[in-house]
């Protein structure tokens, strides 16, 4: 392999990764306050169609960026609302959110286009690679890390930021409280529910650029089912990070990876059919679930929050 | 002012039927506003939804033949939630029942006697969903791994496998192209019953009725639900959590296998794309929206059969996407979701000043 090779295979790792890891660490601040949001593939779906739209129609990706951070608020909303105060099952609630997301998205995408017509097909404005002066020119790693769109580079920032949130801020404390044991916290006085509405919120808006980036950067345009299951492996990897920022970054470039090889094996024209080459990301998240299950010592290390799933009711404290 | 739900000493009956019936009217209230942000009239988008599904005699049928495989894998999913195994791979199950299935029409049927194609036929579909609902069963009973990623990740491969094989291997070298198998054999096609309704929908309700029996009459049953209701008694009753883990998800998974049979057998007569168009995906508003009742299975079922014909019905007449359906049935569940809380919870709205007093009751 030359450099060059190694270069676009990392290029297309980190892009791949960007979407995934948003959805990811929006997941992650979710659970770490107790609630489980299945909803991530619906966000992510609606997030990218309405981004995509917006942007389409207002010519502006901005936009459509900050309108899809806006969906993915009100549907998390809509989770933390039938979750938290409604008490719904946090498992079927999730699921709904991605039926309906899923629902949602296909109408719109037969149905935003120019005149009522569909979104397949289009060209909207996108995110644009934009190389950074200096540090691309660091060999290998510069023109694949430092040649990336803004989301990215967002992301870059972002990730030390909210590990070190997690770990080091009385706030990321608090939030920890909340999911490992919601009845500790609120005798500290964190106000448990508020807290679980406002973190499954930001994880939504998290999910939403995780959808608009897929549709103005990585894929740049609209397709049925642009997510193929990206919502899912989120989910995994929340549980392959064991709940922690930095690792899930490790796992989003894993699986960035394995998006790169399949390019890779196709553009070479592999004699493997493009079924079994697409089933990949899916054979290899349940390879990785059930690797990091394996064993009573790798489960002690898990950390999952431990009140991750369960309703917290004041009322009924004995 | 302060909301406050108060836990019933009794669950309330009358919520379970109530809850969706409004859910649905309330999900209809939903769908109009968004049919009319898309500037579309919803009662003209309604009207052609309610004649389309239920208006006449080939709608009527139509209705039926989608209820088929949505009651199968709706039972399917409501034993598997019913003792909490979050199973949400009946996509991928009613895949490789089609494929099991489609194996014997294509390559065994001549071997057998014509009579007995269809009974091997529904047996390998059963037991191929079966056993691609065992490995996530064993992977969560004996590794704890997570069975909603494994089982959803197993949608995505059935699906794969399915289009593999119709692209690949066996495709139609008659068929010019088309996508798909050879069209199966006279003895591999289930007997149409009225319309395309075909002997699937008496499987369907034999099935909804043996699993009431099973949950509501019989030793097993028992069991499962005591696992789902209150695990810790389970496990002092000595009930055998992980078995009756494997075993759920056997029968779940031959459920799942069942639809997949009936769906190439019965309407497609052939192994093409089609199969897999998200019936295991609604299964689980229908087990849910019928709180995973075996006999209200029945009804969600052909409910939400007509809702799926009714969105199709849409796209035809009036151009609106069919997803629309789609979008209602997500709306359905979120109500549902939301209505359930009646059934444990009291609802009462305390003024301010009463509050504290209210709080030390409920302690």
């Given at each position: ?7 676009s ?32 593939e ?28 806006l ?20 498992v ?15 109408f ?128 995994a ?82 | ?12 009956r ?83 029942g ?15 006697p ?80 009225w ?16 699993i ?52 190439v ?28 009742n ?25 151009g ?29 709205i ?14």
């Open positions: 392999m030359n450099e060059a090779m190694i270069v295979l990392l290029t297309i790792t980190i892009r791949a990764g960007v979407s995934l890891l948003y959805a990811t660490l929006g997941e992650i601040f979710t659970e770490r306050s107790g609630i489980l949001n299945l909803g991530v619906g966000i992510m779906m609606t997030g990218a169609a309405t981004a995509f739209a917006v942007a389409f129609h207002s010519d502006s990706a901005w936009l459509g960026l900050g309108v899809a951070m969906v993915g608020a009100m549907m998390s909303f809509t989770h933390a609302f039938l979750t938290i105060t409604l008490r719904a099952d946090q079927v609630t999730g699921l709904a959110l991605t039926l309906f997301g899923t629902g949602l998205a296909s719109m995408g037969q149905r935003l286009g120019p005149g009522g017509e569909t979104m397949v097909g289009l060209q909207g404005p996108v995110f644009p690679r934009i190389p950074i002066p200096v540090l691309e020119d660091i060999p290998i790693l510069g023109p694949s890390m430092f040649n990336q769109d803004v989301l990215a580079y967002a992301l870059y920032l972002l990730l030390p930021l909210m590990w070190f949130y997690l770990r080091k801020t009385q706030p990321g404390l608090h939030l920890r409280a909340v999911g490992d044991n919601p009845a500790a916290a609120d005798v500290l006085g964190v106000p448990v529910k508020l807290s679980r509405y406002l973190y499954t919120i930001f994880g939504g808006c998290l999910m939403g650029v995780a959808g608009a980036h897929l549709s103005m950067a990585y894929l740049q345009g609209w397709a049925q089912n642009i997510t193929g299951g990206r919502g899912w492996i989120a989910i990897l929340v549980i392959f990070a064991t709940w922690d920022p930095l690792r899930a970054a490790v796992g989003a470039l894993l699986f960035g990876g394995i998006n790169a090889l399949q390019f890779r094996l196709q553009a070479a024209g592999t004699t493997i059919p493009s079924s079994f080459l697409n089933m990949m990301p899916y054979f290899f998240t349940i390879l990785v679930l059930v690797l990091i299950t394996w064993g009573e010592a790798v489960r002690k290390r898990l950390g999952a929050p431990a009140a991750l799933g369960i309703p917290y009711i004041r009322e009924e404290k004995h | 002012m302060n909301i406050v739900l108060e836990r019933r000493l009794e669950k309330a009358w919520a379970v039927v109530i809850v969706p019936i409004a859910s649905f009217l309330l999900a209809l209230v939903f769908g109009a506003v968004l049919l009319l942000a898309f500037g579309i009239n919803p009662l003209q988008a309604y009207r052609v939804m309610v004649s389309g599904s239920l208006g006449d005699q080939y709608a009527l049928t139509e209705t039926l033949v989608k209820a088929i495989p949505l009651i199968l894998t709706g039972l399917a999913v409501a034993i598997a939630f019913r003792m909490l195994f979050w199973n949400i791979g009946a996509e991928g199950q009613l895949a490789m089609g494929i099991g299935a489609s194996y014997v029409a294509l390559f065994l049927s001549d071997s057998l014509d009579p007995l194609t269809i009974p091997v036929m529904i047996l390998m579909g059963m037991l191929a969903g079966a056993l691609w609902a065992l490995i996530p069963a064993l992977l969560k009973a004996y590794l704890e791994v997570n069975e909603i990623l494994t089982t959803l990740m197993m949608n995505y491969i059935a699906i794969l496998l399915v289009e593999y094989l119709y692209l690949g291997p066996w495709r139609d070298p008659e068929g010019y192209g088309f996508p798909g198998s050879a069209p199966f054999p006279q003895e591999a096609l289930l007997p149409r019953l319309g395309r309704v075909h002997l699937g929908i008496i499987f369907a309700v034999l099935a909804a009725f043996i009431w029996l099973i949950m509501n009459r019989s030793q097993w049953g028992y069991e499962i639900r005591l696992i789902g209701e209150n695990p810790r008694a389970a496990k002092y009753a000595g009930i055998d959590a992980k078995r009756n883990m494997v075993l759920v998800m056997l029968l779940s998974g031959a459920l799942s296998g069942l639809a997949g049979m009936a769906e057998s019965g309407i497609a007569r052939r192994l093409y794309q089609g199969l897999t168009v998200g019936y295991g995906f609604t299964a689980i508003i229908v087990a849910w929206m019928a709180n995973l075996p006999l209200g299975v029945v009804f969600v079922g052909a409910f939400m059969g007509a809702l799926t014909v009714g969105g199709d019905q849409l796209q035809v007449a009036m609106i996407p069919a997803a629309v359906s789609l979008v209602l049935q997500g709306a359905i569940l979120f109500f549902v979701l939301g209505g359930w809380v009646f059934i444990n919870y009291r609802i009462r305390l003024r301010s000043g009463k509050q504290k007093q209210a709080g030390e009751l409920n302690e």
